[in-house]
T-cell receptor, first 112, second 111 residues
Framework: NAGVTQTPKFQVLKTGQSMTLQCAQDMNHEYMSWYRQDPGMGLRLIHYSVGAGITDQGEVPNGYNVSRSTTEDFPLRLLSAAPSQTSVYFC???????????FGPGTRLTVL | TQLLEQSPQFLSIQEGENLTVYCNSSSVFSSLQWYRQEPGEGPVLLVTVVTGGEVKKLKRLTFQFGDARKDSSLHITAAQPGDTGLYLCAGRGTSYGKLTFGQGTILTVHP
């Protein structure tokens, strides 16, 4: 099993550009989440999904969209990138009856 | 909104010393998790505590969940350079699948 995979590993955008961060898991987990990590602020939840076709907002959802068309994939879309979205983004998944969240390796995004 | 206050934010110690990291909240959590994160990687789960007052040991690491399930601590005995990393506590509330993370503690253990 590959676990949780994320692409790209690094990305540089200009203000106003859009892009999609990809996330996939092969553990058949129902729950998937997107976090951003900034220095001194831990991990903050952006959006999450409890199953295919079901998504909800987390703590910091503004400027981001998600969709969950399959159990495996949970892409995060930046509609119009802003410098405040410079961060490291982590995707995570966990099964309904498992407490542990499995994290991907992260995407380091810089918005100029 | 549930908040978790983690302290200290930075910890720099010598090999062989003991240390404790604290995670406090005014909210009750159904479970509390501790993760460790290496540079350039995602967090990895160390332990989950579920019952108030629960104590779990993982080699030199001891984790405790407060009686009221609002706080937790991580104690490391005889720290080693391999313990260096970012330690994160995370509380799970009533909504399954959502975790609230503390700010993290950056631990550096010098040889």
């Amino acid at each position: 099993n590959a676990g949780v995979t994320q692409t790209p590993k690094f990305q540089v955008l200009k203000t106003g550009q859009s892009m999609t961060l990809q996330c996939a898991q092969d553990m058949n987990h129902e729950y998937m989440s997107w976090y951003r990590q900034d220095p001194g602020m831990g991990l903050r939840l952006i959006h999450y999904s409890v199953g295919a076709g079901i998504t909800d907002q987390g703590e910091v959802p503004n400027g981001y969209n998600v969709s969950r068309s399959t159990t495996e994939d949970f892409p995060l879309r930046l509609l119009s990138a802003a410098p405040s979205q410079t961060s490291v983004y982590f995707c995570a998944s966990n099964g309904r009856y498992y407490n542990e969240q499995f994290f991907g390796p992260g995407t380091r995004l810089t918005v100029l | 909104t549930q908040l978790l206050e983690q302290s200290p934010q930075f910890l720099s110690i010598q090999e062989g010393e003991n240390l404790t990291v604290y995670c406090n909240s005014s909210s009750v959590f159904s479970s509390l998790q501790w993760y460790r994160q290496e540079p350039g990687e995602g967090p990895v789960l160390l332990v989950t505590v579920v019952t108030g007052g629960e104590v779990k040991k993982l080699k030199r690491l001891t984790f405790q969940f407060g009686d009221a399930r609002k706080d937790s601590s991580l104690h490391i005995t005889a720290a080693q350079p391999g313990d260096t990393g970012l330690y994160l506590c995370a509380g799970r509330g009533t909504s399954y699948g959502k975790l609230t993370f503390g700010q993290g503690t950056i631990l550096t253990v010098h040889p």
